[in-house]
């Protein structure tokens, strides 16, 4: 399958921060960036969806403020967690979608936690 | 509201037996489905699809089953191996550039494959 890659795998920041997680997809152009945030022992909850070029769609009861996403190119997006909070520690993935692909292929995921 | 489930959270399984994992959703807009397998602190793997057209789809030892009538499909793996053992998660989507074009994740299924 295609190739998405994330970056950090983990990340430890300060309250307060700010950290960006990065999105590629490596071998198509992803036209569309889908990016979840996981708690322990529960699903991937989708936070955002974001097509190239164009305003990132939040998820009802996500701060768009708090969680900047970017998607300047066909294989990059980004996510950035703003004025990070202890509560704000999760496992965040993110994944890419080709224009006529119909499977989602998925990053390694980013442990961030916030101290 | 849940639009994917997946009522069981966990399943145990005899190596060299069938397992069976399944997965219920609600929204009729869902056109295409999807399985990924998911190890802790790693990303989703994509495993099998479905479109809403079939009603079976092979790959190897796993086939996936669509039932549309009842919103219902399921995971077969067959034969079970202890590698196999992992979170397994539906996940549905909408179809491409209308506004539900996203992945809706279920909540997963805990696969325990027994040697």
């Known amino acids: 399958g295609a190739v998405v890659s994330q970056h950090p795998s983990w990340v430890i920041c300060k309250s307060g921060t700010s950290v960006k997680i990065e999105c590629r997809s490596l071998d198509f152009q992803a036209t569309t960036m889908f990016w979840y945030r996981q708690f322990p022992k529960q699903s991937l909850m989708l936070m955002a969806t974001?097509?190239?070029?164009?305003?990132?769609?939040?998820e009802q009861g996500v701060e768009k403020d708090k969680f900047l996403i970017n998607h300047a190119s066909l294989t990059l997006s980004t996510l950035t967690v703003t004025s990070a909070h202890p509560e704000d520690s999760s496992f965040y993935i993110c994944?890419?979608?080709?224009?006529?692909?119909?499977?989602?292929?998925f990053g390694q995921g980013t442990r961030l936690t916030v101290v | 509201d849940q639009q994917v489930k997946q009522n069981s959270p966990s399943l145990s399984v005899q190596e060299g037996r069938i397992s069976i994992l399944n997965c219920d959703y609600t929204?009729?807009?869902?056109?295409?489905f999807l399985w990924y397998k998911k190890y802790p602190a790693e990303g989703p793997t994509f495993l099998i699809s479905?479109?809403?057209?079939?009603d079976k789809n092979e790959d190897g030892r796993f086939t996936v089953f669509l039932n549309k009538s009842a919103k219902h499909l399921s995971l077969h793996i067959v034969p079970s191996q202890p590698g196999d053992s992992a979170v397994y998660f539906c996940a549905a989507s909408a179809p491409l550039k209308t506004s539900y074009d996203k992945v809706i994740f279920g909540p997963g299924t805990s696969l325990s494959v027994i040697p």
């Open positions: 929204n009729s807009m869902f056109d295409y």
């Open positions: 994944s890419a979608r080709g224009s006529m692909n119909t499977e989602a292929f």
């Open positions: 479905i479109s809403s057209i079939k």
């Open positions: 974001s097509n190239e070029g164009s305003k990132a769609t939040y």
